[in-house]
């Protein structure tokens, strides 16, 4: 097992949003954070200090997903108003919103939260000029951020169910659906790889070396998949994943993989033989999110008891 020493120790609560927070993601050099939720609002903090920096409002209900391009000027948010609200981080004006995911399919059972939901995940591409999205209506897409067009320039609606979650190399988009499937796209060659994990997927994220995809499944397991071959190489239970959509990650040197869980605990597991190494309660109730610092042994996490928190060694 790895001596890698890991955040266990509360630094700091940050407090302001109203109701539950449903994701909170640290930026590229891990100096910020930003955080988003039932309230309505996308909010900037400097977590190692504590400090509220900015509110973003515009949302017409919740705001279920939050990405920042790597130079910090520009961040995305997604939610239950259907639209994809594309911000000036300085100054907290919108620049655009995308609309598009309007179908009323997508069944998304068993997630007791998602009655209402309509996009459910963003992320900005490796240059900051495509966000693509993923939704409750069976579909990702992604928009041009450079053109004035609120278009989507690519529909990608294969899936038979809710899309939760979604991860960007390159030159793929791999996307996670209540279908029970992990799904890769390769753009360049416009191809598609399914690999059904028989379970309902509601986060995927990939290991810092991009090798492997690790996916959040709905029967409180976790499952880490070979991004070539698609082979299950491990799986890591302990954890209550049963009807919210809760983050999992690995920790930035890839030797630990990490996750909320429904009553409130954090669990790490050794990435190898997944056992688990650690377990504390971090809140009151749900832990829907979790983000790894990119550097230091450091990490946040967000809950449906309405606070982000701060972890360290």
Known sequence: MSGEELPTKEANVLRGHGGAVLAARFNSDGNYCLSCGKDRTVRLWNPHRGIHIKTY?????????????????????????????????????????????????????????FVLVKVNAVKFNEYASVVVSAGYDRSVRAWDCRSQSTEPIQIIDTFADSVMSVCLTKSEIIAGSVDGTVRTFDIRMGREISDNLGQPVNCISLSNDSNCILAGCLDSTLRLLDRCTGELLQEYEGHICKSYKLDCCLTNTDAHVTGGSEDGYIFFWDLVDATVVSRFRAHASVVTSVSYHPKDNCMITASVDGSIRVWKT
């Open 57 to 113: 409002k515009s949302h017409g209900r919740e705001v279920r997903d939050v990405h920042v391009t790597q130079d910090n000027s520009k961040l995305i948010s997604c939610g239950g108003d259907r639209q994809i609200f594309y911000w000036d981080v300085s100054t907290g004006r919108v620049i655009r919103k995308f609309r598009g995911h309007d179908s009323e399919v997508g069944s998304a059972r068993k997630l007791v939260c």
